[in-house]
């Protein structure tokens, strides 16, 4: 029974240092742009159980209760909480803000198309609108050398006046995609997720219109990590920690006992 608690408090430790970690990065990602912040989930693990309840007690009585023993606690995984971060005023036209649902598409080195909130766009030496790390915009949109007066509207439709015309020219427009599930797409690094199974597939379109969010031209989306509740986490989690070692140190010296006395 005593090595039973010992086990028990082991994966407490467990699950407590994996908690910390999640809280970690989310500090540690509290100025990326249009981060979200992660929660883990944890659940019991099976139960031992000893009696059932309405067990027979007698002839003719019943237990009320039952004995079921727990058997620790194990990560269940971690869900991106899709809140909206705080909308950032920058000026700069390729600095994009998504305000609502939805994700900006990104073609990846190895042909996926990555998902992210991250608006923080450049243009590549070939005028296409790109991420930081040169990943092209889906759909791909050129801007021509010596355009002026570039604009991106509320449905994504990207407007310029080309060099040599009074006029203003549609150059594309950029869709954004929403998901039933967007906590079921899976973080791969660079500020970018794709598709899984949990998350269903893409719904993809102009944004600002079935219940695609708009797109903010001159502004970039915050993290939604708020340092105060991460840090009161952070602090509960430790405590947890330490209960869960002072188990164990007690689960020790009892069985230090027994071995002494018997």
Sequence with gaps: MTTAAMHVARTGLDAQSTRMRVIANNLANVNTTGFKRDRASF????YQSIRAPGANSSADDKYAIGLSLGT????????????QGTLNTTGNSLDLAIEGNGFFQVL????????????NFNLSAEGKIVTDAGMPVQPEITVPEGAESLTIGADGTVTAQVA?????????????????NPAGLDPVGDN??????AS???QVGAANIDGRG????????????????????????QRAYEVNSKMISATDEMLRYVNQQL
Excluded: C, H, W
């Design 164 to 180: 040599g015309s009074t006029d203003v020219s549609t150059l594309g427009q950029i869709q954004t995609a929403r998901f039933i």
């Design 200 to 202: 269903g597939a893409p």
């Design 108 to 119: 990846m080195p190895d042909g996926r198309t990555g998902y992210t909130r991250a608006g």
């Design 72 to 83: 620790g606690v194990q990560m269940m995984g971690t869900a991106k909480i899709d809140t």
């Design 43 to 46: 659940e019991t693990m099976a």
């Design 214 to 237: 708009a797109i903010r031209q001159g502004s970039l989306e915050t993290s939604n990590v708020n340092v105060v509740e991460e840090l009161v986490d952070m602090i509960e989690t």
């Design 192 to 197: 970018m997720l794709i598709e899984t199974p």
